[in-house]
């Protein structure tokens, strides 16, 4: 490297490494390849694993600082001068860490066992109709050395769609520098996993069935999932983590799959399906995943390293039915029309016009004044409820569910979601109607008083009205149009840095893509803010 023209020689060699996305290990062990002895062209191919032309484009970045021999007999030998070499060795050292040895082949290290043991120990209850069987601590641990071993989790982001194993609490231990971020629909998982990385693992809700929130959409290099095993569960899922890659042809895409080799049809599906989404298979390690359960399977799975091409599909629409088990298995079927008819009926009350809308909180939602929204959620695990209130502004919302639903088990529950929705809509909970297994939700909206001086309510609805807004946004406008009922208004600025705290890591998220607990203590904290003011 000359005097004078290092910076452009160290811009070169650094968008040679960023062009090998997330497959950069081979890359930085030639280059450590090349500050130890003389080497010939073709052994660092072999030795490296870096396929021929990416080795010529390392070389020329490294022209000025490459010294060469000659070899009798024909041939040449080179090496990074010796001079040169304190200005590559950082680029070669990450080479050398290859973490703790995540092959498989051997006992994983004990305390990281240990750890990875307990958090699975204390892991909410697997739902059943989520299709959630547990990995073994081992094989948790095990994806997590892997991952370390093949990826630079020092640089690359990685994210994971759905993530009950804990595999995100794992790469922690092993790698506590990665960004992390994971997507799941259980807000029983996503609290558990926020509270055990004491906050440094991003938490995301989400139903992939019924879209991507946006902060997720191209925010990683890497995307793991162990998905429902049903071709429509597969499909979707893969289809979601390539929208989650930033560039997906340099991206991975990491899968768990399973199918009983007396089944082979099924895996055939299976991976005609992710094919056809434009994803090559870089890999299929047989029986990587071992899992407490999953008998029909042998208790095992793949894993497939999937690479997507320029072509590779990105998920549209939205689908239901992609699990084995439950209301919302690939054979589940509608509810009967007279529970339907019985919602509609009591939605009707008051001379409200009836209007019937599937289940969503993709957009936002709203009707005409005096106009009644109806939702079937009887296939609700859970979450569905608060998403669709949240989603939906209108003078009446009318929801159908199960008996059973979590957010109606006993008196705390429905005092939470009231609380948490007070400043938007007063619930009615119908225990037992239209018949004995199932149960109606009405919500009606809370109108505000037109000389209304309640900062805090102010900012609640507001927040709860625009659900689909940037959150930094929302709140920020709230909270001066809240100042202002109490005396002068805040500036935008003075209301940035008071919600700052607040709204620590959650940069591009809507209030609607928040985990449940965490939206809470949005509502609260920004709601206090307002009152002190």
């Known amino acids: 490297m000359r005097d004078g023209d290092g910076e452009q020689e160290r811009t070169t060699l650094d968008e040679v490494i960023a ?16 500050l130890g002895d003389w ?3 073709d052994d660092l191919v072999r030795d490296s694993t870096l396929p021929r032309r990416s080795l010529g484009e390392l070389l020329d970045a490294l022209a000025g600082d490459l ?19 304190p200005r590559y060795r950082p680029y070669a050292e990450r080479a050398d860490q290859t973490g703790n040895g995540g092959d498989g082949g051997g006992e994983p290290p004990a305390a990281l066992l240990a750890a990875t043991t307990r958090d699975v120990a204390e892991v909410p209850v697997p739902l059943a109709a989520l299709d959630h069987v547990q990995a073994t601590p081992e094989t948790v641990l095990r994806r997590a050395l892997w991952l370390d071993e093949r990826y630079d989790l020092r640089t690359a982001r990685l994210l994971f769609l759905g993530d009950h194993d804990l595999t995100s609490l794992a790469v922690r231990a092993v790698r506590p520098e990665a960004d992390l971020t994971v997507v799941d629909l259980d807000e029983r998982l996503l609290a558990y996993v926020d509270e055990r990385s004491a906050g440094s693992i991003r938490t995301v809700h989400a139903d992939l069935r019924f879209g991507l929130p946006p902060v997720a959409e191209g925010a990683a290099d890497l995307v793991f999932s162990d998905p429902p095993y049903t071709p429509e569960g597969m499909g979707l899922f893969a289809a979601r983590g390539i929208s989650c890659l930033a560039e997906p042809a340099r991206g991975r895409l990491l899968l768990a799959y399973g199918y009983s080799p007396r089944h082979p049809a099924l895996g055939g599906a299976v991976q005609r399906r992710l094919s056809g989404l434009g994803l090559t ?3 299929i390690i047989p029986d990587f995943h071992r899992y407490l359960g999953a008998q029909a399977i042998g208790s095992a799975a793949d894993l497939y390293v999937c690479q997507p091409t320029a072509q590779a599909a990105k998920a549209t629409g939205r689908r239901t039915g992609i699990y084995t088990h439950g209301p919302q298995s690939v054979e589940s079927e509608r509810p009967e029309r007279d529970l339907l008819d019985g919602l509609a009926g009591i939605a009707a009350a008051d001379g409200h016009t009836v209007e019937t809308r599937r289940a969503d909180w993709a957009k936002p939602a709203s009707a005409p004044a005096g106009t009644a929204l109806v939702f079937d959620l009887t296939a609700d695990p859970g979450p569905w409820l608060l998403r669709v209130l949240l989603a939906t502004n209108a003078g009446r919302v009318a929801t159908l569910l199960p008996n059973s639903h979590p957010d109606l088990g006993d008196a705390r529950s429905q005092a939470a979601l009231s609380e948490l929705l007070a400043a938007k ?19 009606d909206a809370v109108a505000p008083e037109p000389d209304e001086v309640d900062g805090a309510g102010l900012v609640a609805r507001s927040l709860l009205t625009r659900a689909h807004g940037k959150l930094a946004n929302t709140a920020r406008e709230a909270l001066v149009r809240a100042s202002g009922t109490g005396g002068t208004a805040m ?22 893509d928040l985990p449940r607990h965490r939206l809470a203590a949005v509502l609260t904290g920004a709601a206090e803010l307002a009152a002190a003011r």
């Open 19 to 34: 062009a090998q996305g997330v497959h950069v290990r081979p890359l930085r062990q030639a280059i450590a390849l090349l």
């Open 39 to 41: 080497r010939q062209h």
């Open 67 to 85: 010294e060469h021999r000659e070899v009798r007999g024909g041939g040449r030998l080179m090496r990074i001068a010796p001079s040169a070499a």
């Open 281 to 283: 298979f870089e890999a």
């Open 425 to 443: 809509y007063r619930l009615r909970f119908l225990r037992s109607t239209p018949d004995n297994t199932h149960a109606v939700v009405l919500a």
């Open 491 to 512: 500036t935008k600025n003075e209301a940035r840095a008071a919600l700052a705290p607040l709204m620590t890591g959650l940069d591009g998220f809507r209030l609607i």
